[in-house]
């Protein structure tokens, strides 16, 4: 059951880390843990808040926090850094050439489109696509007029 408004605790973030780490969405992350997106989505802007409002921590235990900020930071650091590991993980099979490597590289530009999304804009596209044409159209005719010049 998905509760709109829940208790940040150990026992969650514990919980949900390996499925982000996988590279699931937050959705399907805050689903297994029993929380709604918009709960999961608060804790890590809270997390970030108290990042910012600290001088860059190496670790959580760095400053001091109230037990219940050290959950939202720890929480913000932690998804963080299952998302690059996430990310990571797909760069490895990717350049070791895993037969998998177009369905990860669609969802690596849907993840993160500033970093992985084509960026050429559609004129690109359209000149590509009419080379393309031209050059099949070109290798279609040299068997027929090969033929042609063959019945000569």
């Not at 940040?8 to 843990?33: F, H, M, W």
């Not at 369905?103 to 690109?124: F, G, T, V, Y």
């Amino acid at each position: 059951m998905i509760t709109s408004q829940g208790k940040i605790s150990n026992t969650l973030i514990d919980k949900v880390l390996p499925v982000v780490r996988e590279g699931n969405y937050p959705e399907i992350a805050c689903q297994s843990i029993g929380v709604s997106h918009q709960t999961f989505y608060n804790w890590l802007n809270r997390g970030e808040a108290i990042y910012h409002s600290i001088d860059n921590p190496v670790n959580e235990s760095d400053v001091e926090l109230t037990e219940r900020d050290a959950l939202y930071l720890r929480f913000f650091i932690e998804v963080k850094r299952a998302e690059a590991e996430a990310e990571i993980s797909d760069i490895r099979e990717i350049n070791k050439g895993e037969k998998n490597a177009i369905p990860r590289l669609a969802k690596l530009s849907r993840r993160h489109p500033s970093r992985w999304a084509d960026r050429r804009d559609d004129s690109d596209r359209i000149k590509e696509g009419l080379i393309f044409l031209t050059e099949l159209k070109e290798a279609l005719q040299r068997p027929q007029q090969q033929l042609d010049s063959g019945l000569e």
